[in-house]
């Protein structure tokens, strides 16, 4: 998605939970000046996503009896790559704003995996103590306007911007697995604002192609 497809769902956001615009642009131009590993080029995206088949793995309770239905290229929402990686697999792209188990994105990001770190207003701390320590292939986005180094390819939780980044690069089947958007993990935050979080990103994903978009099936 590019962002004059995208702006319209971001002023809605920004109204919704009444954040920031300026905190988003000024988080996004402190990780620009952040990342030091090797940048990741849309081209290298590209060669990697595009005609292919993609699995996004969310970090939803179901997680576990899911992982078994991944296929084709892997793509893990922060949180979810600590479990993959315990379970022998690692993600070809990780998607974190940083609020997962930080020496795990580490660990996946040396074995291979490109990294993409998002800023928004609510990070600019984790962006100041972790960025620096990705030194493997990295990208840098934002929920604001791109710019430079730092790109939006449309969403808004890690999960779902999994999903617009396989959909923009040119996957022909995105299948989610460890999606739950009526449970999510009690992991310390704010429920609510979770369940609100992901009632948006359900929102978001089908604003794409039907046919492309494999969800799961709600939760009973």
């Given at each position: 998605?590019?962002?004059?497809?995208?702006?319209?769902?971001?002023?809605?956001i920004?109204?919704?939970?009444?954040?920031?615009?300026?905190?988003?642009?000024?988080?996004?131009?402190?990780?620009?000046?952040?990342?030091?590993?090797?940048?990741?080029?849309?081209?290298?995206?590209?060669?990697?996503?595009?005609?292919?088949?993609?699995?996004?793995?969310?970090?939803?309770?179901?997680?576990?009896?899911?992982?078994?239905?991944?296929?084709?290229?892997l793509?893990?929402?922060d949180?979810?790559?600590?479990?993959?990686?315990?379970?022998?697999?690692?993600?070809?792209?990780?998607?974190?704003?940083?609020?997962g188990?930080?020496?795990?994105?580490?660990?996946?990001?040396?074995r291979?995996?490109i990294?993409?770190?998002?800023?928004?207003?609510?990070?600019?701390?984790?962006i100041?103590?972790?960025?620096?320590?990705?030194?493997?292939?990295?990208?840098?986005?934002?929920?604001?306007?791109?710019?430079?180094k730092?790109?939006?390819?449309?969403?808004?939780?890690?999960?779902?911007?999994?999903?617009?980044?396989?959909?923009?690069?040119?996957?022909?089947?995105?299948?989610?697995?460890?999606?739950?958007?009526?449970?999510?993990?009690?992991?310390?935050?704010?429920?609510?604002?979770?369940?609100?979080?992901?009632?948006?990103?359900?929102v978001?994903?089908?604003?794409?192609?039907s046919?492309?978009?494999?969800?799961?099936?709600?939760?009973?």
């Open positions: 998605m590019l962002y004059e497809e995208w702006e319209e769902y971001y002023h809605q920004l109204e919704d939970f009444g954040f920031d615009q300026q905190k988003d642009e000024l988080s996004a131009r402190l990780l620009s000046g952040r990342l030091v590993g090797e940048e990741t080029t849309h081209e290298e995206l590209a060669d990697l996503i595009n005609g292919r088949v993609v699995t996004v793995a969310g970090d939803g309770p179901n997680l576990e009896e899911e992982t078994d239905k991944a296929k084709g290229v793509i893990s929402a949180e979810a790559t600590s479990f993959l990686l315990e379970k022998g697999l690692v993600p070809d792209v990780v998607m974190t704003d940083l609020d188990k930080v020496e795990d994105l580490v660990k996946a990001n040396e291979g995996a990294v993409i770190i998002h800023a928004h207003g609510d990070n600019m701390d984790e100041r103590k972790y960025a620096e320590c990705f030194k493997g292939k990295v990208m840098g986005t934002t929920q604001s306007l791109p710019s430079g730092i790109h939006n390819f449309g969403g808004f939780t890690d999960g779902d911007r999994g999903i617009f980044l396989a959909d923009h690069f040119g996957a022909t089947e995105i299948n989610l697995i460890g999606f739950d958007f009526d449970n999510p993990r009690d992991k310390g935050k704010n429920v609510e604002i979770k369940k609100k979080k992901l009632n948006w990103a359900y978001l994903i089908n604003k794409l192609p046919e492309k978009v494999i969800l799961p099936e709600p939760s009973s």
